[in-house]
C-alpha cells in the first residue's frame, strides 16, 4: 500500500515546476545545448527519478505512459515489469466500437525501442462484439506519444 503513495508523491515531486519549463519551452529556451556537461545532467536525472520512484523501468516512459492513456479504464499496472493493461474502452462518439490496450515499457533507458504498445479493438454486430484489425498507425502514433511525453518530461527534470 505504500509503494504507489511514494510512487504518486515522487512524481508529484519530479512534476512541480512543469508550468515554469513549458513556458521557457514555447518561447524557444533552448536547455540542452549537446554538450558533455548537458549529456552528465541527463544521466544524473534519469539516475535520480530512478531512484526515487525505484521502479524497474524507465520512470519517465511508465509516466507518459500513464499520462497517455488516463483516459481508459486500468486493470492491471506493475511498475516493475512494465506493463499497463486497459479495460475495454468505447469514446462516447462510438459506441459501436472498442479498443483495449497494453502498454509494455522494455527498458530502464529512455529510447524508441523501450516502448510497446499492443491494441485490440472489437465492432458491435447483432448485437456480441466481434474483433476487428487495429491499423498499425494507431498503434505507432500511440507509441509515438508516449515517447514525446517521456522526453518532455526528462527535459522539464532537468531543467528543474
Same mark, same amino acid.
Given at each position: ?43 544524473? $536525472?534519469?539516475? $535520480? ?46 459506441? $459501436? ?16 525501442? $523501450? ?46
Amino acid at each position: 500500500m505504500k509503494r504507489p503513495l511514494i510512487l504518486l508523491a515522487a512524481s508529484a515531486i519530479a512534476l512541480s515546476g512543469c508550468a515554469a519549463v513549458q513556458k521557457d519551452l514555447a518561447k524557444g529556451v533552448p536547455f540542452l545545448g549537446g554538450g558533455k556537461n548537458d549529456e552528465d545532467q541527463v544521466r544524473k $536525472a534519469d539516475l $535520480a527519478a530512478s531512484k526515487v520512484t525505484q521502479i524497474g523501468v524507465n520512470a519517465y516512459l511508465w509516466r507518459a505512459a500513464l499520462d497517455t492513456i488516463s483516459f481508459m479504464p486500468l486493470v492491471q499496472t506493475d511498475s516493475n515489469g512494465g506493463v499497463i493493461v486497459t479495460d475495454w474502452y468505447s469514446s462516447p462518439n462510438n459506441q $459501436a466500437e472498442r479498443m483495449k490496450l497494453t502498454v509494455s515499457i522494455l527498458d530502464q533507458d529512455l529510447r524508441a525501442d $523501450a516502448v510497446r504498445v499492443a491494441a485490440s479493438r472489437q465492432v458491435a454486430q447483432e448485437g456480441r462484439w466481434v474483433d476487428a484489425p487495429v491499423q498499425a498507425a494507431t498503434v505507432q502514433k500511440l507509441e509515438e506519444i508516449i515517447l514525446t511525453k517521456a522526453r518532455d518530461l526528462r527535459r522539464s527534470t532537468i531543467a528543474g
